[in-house]
Nanobody, 116 residues
Framework: QVQLVESGGGLVQPGGSLRLSCAAS????????MSWYRQAPGKERELVAS????????NYADSVKGRFTISRDNAKNTMFLQMNSLKPEDTAVYYC?????????WGQGTQVTVSS
């Protein structure tokens, strides 16, 4: 059974940092386009960052460019999201996603709260 398990969320003050992890089982993340999404209360789920399987190129939402970095460790079958200079508006549940033609998997989410 495919599983994506996020970890690393928590409560952090504005300006702080967190590193999220997404550990995959039963799939090889190197064969999927991997992404982080987030959903804040009362808002739709939005794409935060992606890393493309073909060439490892990355894409970011404008709201996180220059602050967040997506990466993957194929040997550990794990994806990461380094989040720096966090803002209260980054507060959300963060989900990892593995996607390729006809297949898409989601993790259960990890809560990130940015507050003083």
């Amino acid at each position: 059974q495919v599983q994506l398990v996020e970890s690393g969320g928590g409560l952090v003050q504005p300006g702080g940092s967190l590193r999220l992890s997404c550990a995959a089982s039963e799939i090889k993340i190197s064969t999927y386009d991997m992404s982080w999404y987030r959903q804040a209360p009362g808002k739709e789920r939005e794409l935060v960052a992606s890393i493309i399987r073909v060439d490892g190129s990355t894409n970011y939402a404008d709201s996180v460019k220059g602050r967040f970095t997506i990466s993957r460790d194929n040997a550990k079958n794990t994806m990461f999201l380094q989040m720096n200079s966090l803002k209260p508006e980054d507060t959300a549940v963060y989900y990892c996603n593995a996607d390729r033609t006809w297949l898409s998997y989601w993790g259960q989410g990890t809560q990130v709260t940015v507050s003083s």
